[in-house]
């Protein structure tokens, strides 16, 4: 049995947190158009379910990234990798702006375009963090 490490179990963690984060939403994105049709009171308890593992899971994203970057000699690593490692955190705060707008927003275009780019921009931070831990 490979010996289990600190380093292994923090990037599992990463990606676990990550799993409950976006997997959630694409699995939202499948579930509510058919309940909003059907049952439509159910949206909001559904919401709150989610947001009650959701919001947990981007805090440990963001404690595990920022204990994985910690543990990363940046003055190391090449001018690619910092600039996709910004990008990925510019992506990270769109995600999180946009998705309390969806979250707080009671307008239709709110709730719709902050999902929208919320669950986009969590897509490709995702992306960047691959080329970061598997191409950078
Ligand atoms: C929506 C938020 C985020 C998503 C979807 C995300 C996704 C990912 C993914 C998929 C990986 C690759 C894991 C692997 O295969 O080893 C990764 C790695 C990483 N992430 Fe994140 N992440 C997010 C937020 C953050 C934040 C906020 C930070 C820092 C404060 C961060 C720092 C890192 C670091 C340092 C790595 C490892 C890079 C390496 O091994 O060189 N991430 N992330």
Known sequence: MIQPTLDSLRTFLHILAVCVWLGGQIVLAGVVPKLRKTNPDALSDIAKGFAAIAWPAMIL???????GLAEIDTADQSSAYMVTFGIKMLLVGTAIIATLIHSTGTSKIAKGLGGAIGLLATLFAAYCGVLLAHVG
């Open 61 to 67: 994203i963001v404690f595990t990234g920022a204990w």
